[in-house]
Nanobody, 135 residues
Framework: QVQLTESGGGSVQPGGSLRLSCVAS????????MAWFRQRPGEEREGVAA???????HYADSVRGRFTISQDSAKNTLYLRMNSLKPEDTATYYC?????????????????????????????WGQGTQVTVSS
């Protein structure tokens, strides 16, 4: 059974930091490209950061320089380190996985241009973890 399980969300003050984790199971993690998306209430899901099996990473302009995506393939785990958090970073954060080359490119492009995505766009999604940035 395929599972993506996010954790690490919480409430922080502006300027604070969090590290999200996404543990994958049930598929060959090293053959997939991975990404983080986020969704604010009433808005569509937007791309935040992406990483492929070669170690290439991509970021949305809104988070570049503040967020870092990384992977531990031995643990089948994707991370998102978030520094200098802002109130506008408040959202539910989801990890996503995709195996086909065309859709991996689409995933990366979605992140780079800050486009939105729906649950049907990519193969696997986690259940989400809430991040709230507020003073």
């Amino acid at each position: 059974q395929v599972q993506l399980t996010e954790s690490g969300g919480g409430s922080v003050q502006p300027g604070g930091s969090l590290r999200l984790s996404c543990v994958a199971s049930g598929f060959n993690y090293q053959s997939y490209c991975m990404a983080w998306f986020r969704q604010r209430p009433g808005e569509e899901r937007e791309g935040v950061a992406a990483a492929d099996s070669d170690g290439n990473t991509h970021y949305a302009d809104s988070v570049r320089g503040r967020f870092t995506i990384s992977q531990d393939s031995a643990k089948n785990t994707l991370y998102l380190r978030m520094n200098s958090l802002k109130p506008e970073d408040t959202a539910t954060y989801y990890c996503a996985a995709e195996s086909t080359f065309p859709k991996c490119i689409r995933m990366q492009t979605t992140v780079i241009v800050g486009a939105s995505a729906s649950a049907s766009d990519f193969m696997y999604w986690g259940q989400g973890t809430q991040v709230t940035v507020s003073s």
